[in-house]
């Protein structure tokens, strides 16, 4: 593997890595569909994965996020979930409206994992589960991160 690649891979795997973390530790994040919750498990996060795509409309989907993962008595500052829809037309849409939805609610949002993602993969797939094809470098590389800060 080129010096290049094995970068790019380490960027990918390392924004992954800092995510399933975060999710570990009780930060739902939310998807669009089945197979792009099946990405992260498999990439092995354990958290809590809410999925978009259940035949609810968006305001009773954030209703329903708000009720199960609002934490704000504690922290008004944390984030209430990470959203990572898709960075295609639909994707783009979902993700805008369901962040103003949320924020509207003086909730906080996570978009820092879907931001990071577009970046590092820089149009190389524009769907959460495309990234499926480089799933076995990813988890390899996460594997070297376990104990690091």
């Not at 975060?22 to 992260?40: H, T, Y």
């Not at 609610?105 to 094809?133: C, H, P, Q, W, Y």
């Amino acid at each position: 593997m080129n010096s290049g690649r094995k970068k790019w891979l380490h960027k990918i795997a390392k924004v992954f890595y800092e995510y399933k973390q975060k999710n570990q530790f009780g930060m739902p994040i939310v998807v669009e569909g089945l197979r792009d919750k099946k990405l992260l498990l498999d990439l092995g996060y354990i958290g809590p994965i809410e999925i978009l795509n259940r035949g609810w409309s968006l305001e009773k989907f954030t209703t329903y996020l708000i009720e199960k993962y609002d934490d704000s008595k504690i922290s008004n500052i944390s984030p209430l979930s990470s959203v990572l829809m898709d960075w295609d037309r639909t994707g783009e849409e979902l993700q805008k409206k369901l962040v103003h939805m949320i924020t509207s609610m003086d909730k906080v949002v996570d978009e820092s994992l879907r931001l990071e993602l577009i970046k590092a993969l820089n149009g190389r797939t524009k769907t959460v589960e495309g990234i499926r094809f480089i799933i076995d470098e990813l988890l390899e590389l996460m594997s070297t991160f376990i104990g690091e800060r």
